[in-house]
């Protein structure tokens, strides 16, 4: 039995293009792919690798939310690990989560060790809110 896979679904197998350019190298065959097809399936596995991450990302985010839920009002120890335009943003490491401090932010640079209140999540949004 032969799978027949179209063109234009072969972005989204990298690994499958991989095999099919290497097959042709030692088959000392002409590649299957022109330059600029290489280009646009590369590109295309580019864009889906991002979204992936994007997606993966706010799913731990809204997962870390949905668990610290019914620890609103107790402290932490965390380590400032950014300092952006958007605010302050402390991991805690038990559990290993990272939220953004709302309250008390003033002076904090990366790096510095603090003890945090956690003052609210959003599981919807994935956020989850600090204060000192």
Known sequence: MTIRIRRRRIADFPDLVTQRLIHAVLAKQAASYEDPELD????????KEKAARKVERTSEKRAAAVVLHNHVGEMFNGVVTGVTPKGVFVRVSNPPVEGRVMRGEEGLDVGDRVKVKLIGTNP????????R
């Open 124 to 131: 919807r949004l994935g956020f989850i809110d600090f204060g």
């Open 40 to 47: 646009a399936i590369a590109m295309n596995c580019t864009l």
